[in-house]
């Protein structure tokens, strides 16, 4: 595996579920970053993890919780959503100190119902 | 409040001729612009880049224009090709220092037809 991997690629859940997204980048980044992107909008930053410390929580809600175990791997769990919270949640990751290019999942589609 | 804005939702462009694609943006302190390109069902790749020190950064068919007084960037495609046809976002960051995770924030994107 290269690059950066999410899983799953598509998720529907109810409002009173938990689910987790996961993301796993093979690239050697150590920063990490979860981004929402909703219809006709732009992309959204969540969090950003650097160096597996969250250095930023772009005002998300606590229904959202994200995980970084280590430099490789980044969680996002979710709990009780809203409908309003269906959207494409984009995994990115980057160097610290390198290009300001990020390397971006595939994402994962999420419906909530 | 967007600090990053692609005022034109969409554009139509003929195989051959040339695509244009606008940003604008507001925060005076961002010094660092990029393009992704993303394709249906696939996350955003990087593009193109350019820094604030510069006016134009060209790779191929690729050429990004940075008006920092207009505070406008915008992207040239010469020849567009079908297979341009995809969203393109613009985006910008304020930490040019190097020694930070360079932070991006994004517009809203613009989608790309290119018709053969």
């Known amino acids: 595996e290269t690059g950066v991997t999410q899983t799953p690629r598509h998720l529907v859940m109810g409002m009173t579920n938990k689910k987790s997204l996961k993301c796993e980048q093979h690239?050697?980044?150590?920063?990490m970053y979860w981004y929402k992107q909703s219809a006709k909008k732009p992309l959204e930053l969540m969090f950003v993890?650097?160096?597996?410390?969250?250095?930023e929580n772009n005002s998300v809600p606590s229904r959202f919780s994200p995980e970084c175990p280590n430099s490789s791997h980044l969680f996002l769990h979710l709990h009780t959503l809203q409908p309003e919270d269906s959207a494409l949640y984009l995994c990115?990751?980057?160097?610290?100190?390198?290009?300001?290019?990020?390397?971006f999942g595939s994402g994962t589609r999420l419906t909530v119902v | 409040d967007q600090q990053v804005k692609q005022n034109s939702p969409s554009l139509s462009v003929q195989e051959g001729r040339i695509s244009i694609l606008n940003c604008d943006y507001t925060?005076?302190?961002?010094?660092?612009f990029l393009w992704y390109k993303k394709y249906p069902a696939e996350g955003p790749t990087f593009l193109i880049s350019i820094s604030s020190i510069k006016d134009k950064n060209e790779d191929g068919r690729f050429t990004v224009f940075l008006n920092k007084s207009a505070k406008h960037l915008s992207l040239h495609i010469v020849p567009s090709q079908p297979g341009d046809s995809a969203v393109y976002f613009c985006?910008?960051?304020?930490?040019?220092?190097?020694?930070?995770?360079?932070?991006?924030?994004f517009g809203q994107g613009t989608i790309l037809t290119v018709h053969p």
């Open positions: 985006a910008a960051s304020d930490n040019a220092g190097g020694t930070s995770y360079g932070k991006l924030t």
């Open positions: 925060n005076s302190m961002f010094d660092y």
């Open positions: 993890y650097n160096f597996k410390e969250q250095t």
């Open positions: 690239l050697g980044h150590n920063a």
């Open positions: 990115a990751s980057s160097q610290v100190g390198g290009t300001y290019g990020y390397t």
